[in-house]
């Protein structure tokens, strides 16, 4: 298995326009969490899937952010407007039911608000 | 990945030596722990987990101890090697819920 796969990997953009990072959890895998990695803040939980449903969403910072999982293979942040601060990585990571405490992360999109 | 830079706590080990990690959590209705290892430019990865039910669990070449009077988690590396340098954080379980609470991590430096 490949992994979990983000993309892009690095995104600069500048404040105001629409930001949309992209995740592809591992094959078979039920859980699905997106994280924010910042230097003040540490990691944080922002949302996180079972079966393609939104469960917990507390984490999301405001209305700029949401997120979506059309399918169990796809999943998708999307931030707009961008605003510096929202400057950060980003992981997903998934997980399966009986090792959902195993969350497996990808590489992570580092995202530059200019 | 982005560690959490100026601001971790940073331990330097000789290569050979064993490192010792903390950490204090924060609820002590916490029923789960992992310990993840992020190197630079890398997504956390799992490296041990311990359940609340018990004080010890040996991996390969590490151990975690769990504390609950104290609220105290430990990663103990046994023969540190160049490869062990990275920030390690523990995470947290509440006893709902699947949400982990990830701590600040702490920097780990191994010299040759």
């Known amino acids: 298995d490949a992994g979990v796969i983000q993309s892009p990997r690095h995104e600069v953009t500048e404040m105001g326009q629409e930001v949309t990072l992209r995740c592809k959890p591992i094959?078979?895998?039920?859980?699905l969490f997106w994280y924010r990695q910042t230097m003040m803040r540490g990691l944080e939980l922002l949302i996180y899937?079972?079966?393609?449903?939104?469960?917990?969403d507390s984490g999301m910072p405001e209305d700029r952010f949401s997120a979506k999982m059309p399918n169990a293979s796809f999943s998708t942040l999307k931030i707009q407007p961008s605003e510096p601060r929202d400057s950060a990585v980003y992981f997903c990571?998934?997980?399966?039911?009986?090792?959902?405490?195993?969350?497996?992360f990808g590489p992570g999109t580092r995202l530059t608000v200019l | 990945g982005e560690n959490v830079g100026l601001h971790l706590p940073t331990l330097s080990v000789q290569e050979g030596d064993n490192s010792i990690i903390n950490c204090a959590y924060s609820?002590?209705?916490?029923?789960?722990f992992i310990w993840y290892k992020q190197e630079s430019g890398k997504g956390p990865q799992f490296i041990i987990d311990?359940?609340?039910?018990?004080d010890k669990r040996q991996g390969q070449r590490v151990t975690v101890l769990l504390n609950k009077t104290v609220k105290h988690l430990s990663l103990q590396i046994a023969a540190t090697q160049p490869g062990d340098s990275a920030v390690y954080f523990c995470?947290?379980?509440?006893?709902?819920?699947?949400?982990?609470?990830f701590g600040g991590g702490t920097r780990v430096l191994v010299k040759p």
């Open positions: 609820n002590s209705a916490s029923d789960y």
């Open positions: 990571a998934s997980s399966h039911r009986g090792l959902w405490n195993e969350q497996f």
């Open positions: 094959s078979g895998h039920d859980y």
């Open positions: 899937f079972n079966n393609n449903v939104p469960i917990d």
């Open positions: 995470a947290e379980k509440g006893a709902a819920g699947n949400k982990l609470t």
């Open positions: 311990i359940r609340s039910n018990m």
